[in-house]
């Protein structure tokens, strides 16, 4: 299994990304995939995911109204489209693969990508 991220990039405060993760060996229909990142110093933290369930998405508070994830099923990929950005969404952004969605947070990680860096800045 492999999830390929990409996308990132130097951004001025205010503009806009869209981070892709492709996955191989895996289909992503199947599971709860979502978006995390770390900044400098800080832990790692949940962006967003999606449920396998039922499809829902879920944010967390600090990116609500500014980034959408959503997944093309035929591409076997998941994006994270980021507008409004500010510096504090400075970090590396990671997609993950998780058994569990508890109040909104991925959890049970089974499959990690191997990052993108996202730099807001002026």
């Known amino acids: 299994v492999q999830l390929q991220a990409s996308g990132g990039g130097l951004v001025q405060p205010g503009g806009s990304l869209r981070l892709s993760c492709a996955a191989s060996?895996?289909?992503?229909?199947?599971?709860?995939i979502g978006w995390f990142r770390q900044a400098p110093g800080k832990k790692r933290e949940g962006v967003s995911c999606i449920s396998n369930s039922d499809g829902s998405a879920y944010y967390a508070d600090s990116v609500k109204g500014r980034f959408t994830i959503s997944r093309d099923i035929a591409k076997n990929t998941v994006y994270l489209q980021m507008n409004s950005l500010k510096p504090e969404d400075t970090a590396v952004y990671y997609c993950?693969?998780?058994?569990?969605?508890?109040?909104?947070?991925?959890?049970?990680?089974?499959?990690w990508g191997q990052g993108t860096q996202v730099t807001v800045s002026s």
């Open positions: 993950a693969i998780g058994d569990v969605v508890v109040a909104g947070t991925l959890t049970a990680i089974s499959y």
């Open positions: 060996g895996i289909t992503l229909d199947y599971y709860n």
